[in-house]
T-cell receptor, first 111, second 114 residues
Framework: GQQLNQSPQSMFIQEGEDVSMNCTSS?????WLWYKQDPGEGPVLLIA?????ELTSNGRLTAQFGITRKDSFLNISASIPSDVGIYFC???????????FGQGTTLQVKP | DTAVSQTPKYLVTQMGNDKSIKCEQN?????MYWYKQDSKKFLKIMFS???????INETVPNRFSPKSPDKAHLNLHINSLELGDSAVYFC?????????????FGPGTRLTVT
């Protein structure tokens, strides 16, 4: 079945640093999404991408839909302690209505 | 003003028991989902209902039976619980079946089977 490879698995950075994580797929997706999950909570949508090559920002977050439609990245600039959490990429292909999730990137920020 | 709510938040039970998790959304969405998150945090869809009709049924043991009495509710009943069922179960909803990115997740139910 379809799989998403998300990297890195975890990151431990200093407050103020920029962060980058990415996802690659074995097949083409029509939609790429980035979620954040805080401890004890459900995932919350950060950015949705619907077109190949699309670059979208949400505050300090920037994400891009890869031109091949098989990858996406998320950048966080000037990280702050509340950025701590697990970041998931997710993709959707065709008309299945089904989201495939990456394995998640655990981010820790040292004040 | 909780958008997607689940009960209970925590569920500890013994192998072989039957248990239910309830989910309600007050967003007026047509589509609801159940996801399972395992101990490695991997999220996988289990079921999806659109207007009370089952539309996605992943390879899930038939001990798991979802029920949608109306558009705002999607419950999950699990029979004969096994150790491997221990996980966090998330309910989610979206406006329509083909609206990826519009999923709103509930807070999760942590199920522990002993």
């Amino acid at each position: 079945g379809q799989q998403l490879n998300q990297s890195p698995q975890s990151m431990f950075i200093q407050e103020g640093e920029d962060v980058s994580m990415n996802c690659t797929s074995s097949s083409i997706f029509n939609t790429w999404l980035w979620y954040k999950q805080d401890p004890g909570e459900g995932p919350v949508l950060l950015i949705a991408l619907y077109k190949a090559g699309e670059l979208t920002s949400n505050g300090r977050l920037t994400a891009q839909f890869g031109i091949t439609r098989k990858d996406s990245f998320l950048n966080i600039s000037a990280s702050i302690p509340s950025d701590v959490g697990i970041y998931f990429c997710a993709g959707s292909a065709g008309n299945t209505g089904k989201l495939i999730f990456g394995q998640g990137t655990t981010l820790q920020v040292k004040p | 003003d909780t958008a997607v709510s689940q009960t209970p938040k925590y569920l500890v039970t013994q192998m072989g028991n039957d248990k239910s998790i309830k989910c309600e959304q007050n967003l007026g969405h047509d589509t609801m989902y159940w996801y399972k998150q395992d101990s490695k945090k991997f999220l996988k869809i289990m079921f999806s209902y659109n207007n009370k009709e089952l539309i996605i049924n992943e390879t899930v043991p038939n001990r798991f039976s979802p029920k949608s009495p109306d558009k705002a509710h999607l419950n999950l009943h699990i029979n004969s619980l096994e150790l491997g069922d221990s996980a966090v179960y998330f309910c989610a909803s979206s406006q329509g079946f083909l609206s990826p990115g519009g999923e709103y997740f509930g807070p999760g139910t942590r199920l522990t089977v002993t």
